[in-house]
């Protein structure tokens, strides 16, 4: 089975930078499929914040676009988030998965425990 586990988040100021990873175990026969992350803030439904295929090809939220950036590492199955001008709206906490389907896919792995981001006004 795998197993995603989440990491990098923290408490930030706003305009803060933080930068997420997630590193995937057991999960060599999925380098070919999409990753993503999302996340759910406190009374919310779980969101689509990025997604990107192993060739590169990237897929943003509009909440996202110009100051969160995903990148992957194939060889490491690992994904990562670079989150520049932190507002407190990104406050939540942040997963990832593997998606199905493409970057309009569905996850489909079981969730880690994400990495919670907190960022002060």
């Known amino acids: 089975q795998v197993q995603l586990v989440e990491s990098g988040g923290g408490l930030v100021q706003a305009g803060g930078s933080l930068r997420l990873s997630c590193a995937a175990s057991r999960s060599s026969r999925l380098s070919s499929n999409v990753m993503a992350w999302y996340r759910q803030a406190p009374g919310k439904q779980r969101e689509l914040v990025a997604a990107?295929?192993?060739?590169?090809?990237?897929k943003y939220a509009d909440s996202a676009k110009g100051r969160l950036t995903i990148s992957r590492d194939n060889s490491k199955n690992t994904v990562y988030l670079q989150m520049n001008s932190l507002k407190p709206e990104d406050t939540a906490v942040y997963f990832c998965?593997?998606?199905?389907?493409?970057?309009?896919?569905?996850?489909?792995?079981?969730w880690g425990q994400g990495t919670q981001v907190t960022v002060s006004s």
């Open positions: 990107i295929t192993s060739g590169g090809v990237i």
């Open positions: 998965n593997y998606l199905s389907g493409g970057l309009a896919g569905s996850p489909f792995c079981t």
